[in-house]
C-alpha cells in the first residue's frame, strides 16, 4: 500500500516533480521503440541482472532439468537464480556447464556478442563482481531474447517459489514484491551491488499495452517506484 501511496502521490501531486534517480534507463514499446530514456549507452555494472544470461547458457545447452546438483534439481536452481536471485544457484548452474565455468563465461559472452550486445561483457555466473557490465540498450536485446524461455517467464511470474526437499517445503520470496500484485509480467530481473546500485529489466503487459522498462544505478528502494511511475505516465 505505502508503494501505491507513493506512486499516486507523485502522479497527483502539482508540488512535487518527479526526478528518477536511475543513472541509466529507457522505457520501449513491444516493438522495442523507444519511448524515452537517458544514458542508454552508457556502460555499468549490471549486478544480478547477470544470471538472465547464465540461466540463457544453462538452458541453450539442453541440459537434464531433472539432474540432481547437490539437494536440488538443475531446474530448481535456474528458479532460485531467478526469482530468489540465489547467488550459490548461479555459481552451481556455471560449474556444471558443459567444460565447467570457463566455458559457461565464455558461452555468455558469445551469446552477448551474437544478440548484438556489443558493449556488455561477463567474468562471472551472478553479478557480483563489478566488471559484469552491460547498457540499458544491450539489455533490452536481453530482455526480448529472455521472453522466449518458458523458464524465465515462469520465474518472473513467481511471486513465491516452493520447493520440497524431503519432508520439508521450502518457499522463497521473489526479489520483486509487485509480481502476484499488479501487471503481468513477462521477463523480470532485480539486482543490486554497490558498484551497481539498484538495477531492474521489465517485459510487463500493462493497461496501454506491452512495455520494456530498464533502470540501471537507481537509488535504494526507488527501483520500483521509479518503473511504475514510467509505465503509468507513459
Not at 12 to 40: C, K, P, R, V
Not at 50 to 74: P, W, Y
Not at 127 to 153: Q, R, W
Request: hydrophobic share 45%.
Amino acid at each position: 500500500m505505502r508503494l501505491l501511496f507513493l506512486i499516486l502521490t507523485l502522479l497527483t501531486s502539482n508540488a512535487f516533480a518527479f526526478s528518477m534517480s536511475a543513472q541509466s534507463w529507457l522505457e520501449t514499446d513491444d516493438h522495442g521503440n523507444l519511448l524515452e530514456g537517458y544514458n542508454i549507452t552508457e556502460v555499468r555494472s549490471i549486478a544480478s541482472i547477470t544470471k538472465l544470461m547464465t540461466v540463457i547458457a544453462v538452458l541453450d545447452s539442453k541440459q537434464d532439468m531433472q539432474e540432481k546438483i547437490g539437494k536440488f534439481t538443475r531446474g530448481q536452481l535456474v528458479q532460485l537464480a531467478l526469482v530468489k536471485s540465489d547467488n550459490d544457484a548461479a555459481k552451481a548452474l556455471c560449474d556444471k556447464f558443459p567444460g565447467g565455468r570457463f566455458e559457461c563465461i565464455r558461452f555468455m559472452n558469445e551469446k552477448a556478442n551474437y544478440l548484438g550486445m556489443y558493449r556488455t561483457k561477463f567474468i562471472e555466473p551472478t553479478g557480483l563482481s563489478p566488471m559484469n557490465i552491460s547498457t540499458a540498450l544491450d539489455l533490452l536485446k536481453l530482455v526480448f531474447e529472455a521472453s522466449h524461455y518458458p523458464e524465465i517467464v515462469r520465474a518472473s511470474q513467481t511471486p513465491v517459489l516452493n520447493i520440497q526437499v524431503g519432508n520439508k517445503v521450502l518457499s522463497f520470496r521473489n526479489t520483486n514484491p509487485v509480481i502476484g500484485k499488479r501487471y503481468n509480467f513477462i521477463v523480470s530481473k532485480t539486482g543490486s551491488t554497490n558498484a551497481a546500485g539498484s538495477c531492474i529489466v521489465v517485459m510487463v503487459d500493462t493497461d496501454i499495452g506491452r512495455r520494456i522498462v530498464i533502470l540501471l544505478g537507481a537509488k535504494a528502494g526507488m527501483r520500483l517506484p521509479e518503473v511504475e511511475y514510467l509505465v503509468a505516465q507513459s
